[in-house]
C-alpha cells in the first residue's frame, strides 16, 4: 500500500510539473469562417505592447495532432520557454496543433520503400492554409518585427517547415527542419533563408535521405547557408539532441531579413 501511494505521489508531481510548464503558453484558437486551427501562445517575459518582438513558429509531429491544444507541446515546448531563452531570447513562441486527420506538407504515402512523395506545387492543405493565414496575422500586429519571423519543425513538422518557406519565401528569416524532407524541385524556391537540418542516421520512419538530398540540392543551387547535422546513433527522435544543441537558439535569433 505504502509503495502504491509513493508511486501515484511520484505521478501526481510529474503531472503537476508538466502542467506547470505548459501554463506559460495561453491556449488560443485562430477562426476562420468554419475552421479552426487551435495554437499555445507564449509572449516574453514582462511583455511590452509598444515593443516589437520576434516570432517563431514551431511544428510537432505527426503524433502530436489532435484537437486537445496540449499535446503539441511535448517535443521543444520546454525549450523555448527555458530561462535561458526568455532572458537572451525574448520572443512570442507559437506551438499550432494540426488536426487529427489532416498533415502539415502536401505528402502522398505510399506502401512502398519509398513512403513519402513529396509533391510539387498544388494547393496547401486545410492545416498549412490556416498555418499560412495565422502567420499573416500575427504579421500585422503592431508588437510583431516582421523581419524577424522564423519556422521551425520535426519530424511532419519538419517536412511542413519546408512546406511554408517554399509557399512564403519572404517571411522567414531563418528555420530549422529536424527529421524533415521535401520534392527537391521546390528547393529553389527557399534556397535563400538560411536553414538549419538535424537527422539521426538510423532513423527508420522517416529515411535520413530526405533530408540529405535537400541539403545537396540547396549546395548545388549555392544557397548561402545551410547547415546539417547527423547523429550516428539517433533513430527517428532526433529531436531530442536537435533542442539540446547549445547553439540552436544563439543561431536561429541572430538571422534578419
Known sequence: MKKFLCLAL?????????????????????VQGTDTLLYRLL???????????PVLFVLHGAGERGNNNEAQLTHGGKLFQSERMRKDFPAIVVFPQCPTNDFWANVQFKNTNERFAFQKGGEPGKAMKLLIDLVGNFRSLKYTDNDRFYVGGLSMGGMGTLEILRRKPRVFAAAFAICGGDNVENVKKYKKIPLWFFHGEKDNVVPVEKSKVVVAELQRLNAPEVKLTLYPEANHNSWDPAFAEPELLTWLFSHRR
Open 10 to 30: 511520484f505521478f501526481f508531481i510529474l503531472h503537476q510539473t508538466s502542467m506547470a510548464q505548459n501554463n506559460s503558453y495561453t491556449k488560443e484558437a485562430f
Open 43 to 53: 509572449l516574453p517575459e514582462n511583455f511590452d505592447p509598444a515593443k516589437e518582438y
